[in-house]
């Protein structure tokens, strides 16, 4: 069963950095694409930013382009998100979801609709 794991959310300032980590089980990490998505209040689930399954090719989102890196630690089975630049608008709970398959766009064309655990609450507010 696929039961990511995210954490490393909470409240920062405009302008300032996060990152947030996930833990995957329930699958052999190492063979698949991974990506983030986010949900902000009353709005529907975002993509944010796909990885292929070795973390040599990436694609993000428009919005986040230039402020966000998405990597993954294979031999730890995590992923991570680091942002900077945070804005007001970045404001929502981040999830990790598990690609189709191991390409990056397999990433991205099922990140809206694999499970996802908890997610993990980010604000961004002065």
């Known amino acids: 069963q696929v039961q990511p794991v995210e954490s490393g959310g909470g409240l920062v300032q405009p302008g300032g950095p996060l990152r947030l980590p996930c833990a995957a089980s329930?699958?052999?990490?190492?063979?698949?694409?991974m990506s983030w998505v986010r949900q902000a209040p009353g709005k529907r689930l975002e993509w944010v930013s796909s990885i292929n399954f070795g973390g040599g090719g990436t694609i993000y989102a428009t919005p986040v382009k230039g402020r966000v890196t998405i990597s993954r630690d294979n031999a730890k089975n995590k992923l991570y998100l680091q942002m900077n630049r945070l804005k007001p608008e970045d404001t929502a709970v981040y999830y990790c979801a598990k690609g189709g398959g191991p390409l990056v766009v397999q990433g991205k064309e099922s990140s809206t609709s694999a499970p996802r655990g908890q997610g993990t609450q980010v604000t961004v507010s002065s």
């Open positions: 329930g699958f052999t990490f190492s063979n698949y694409a």
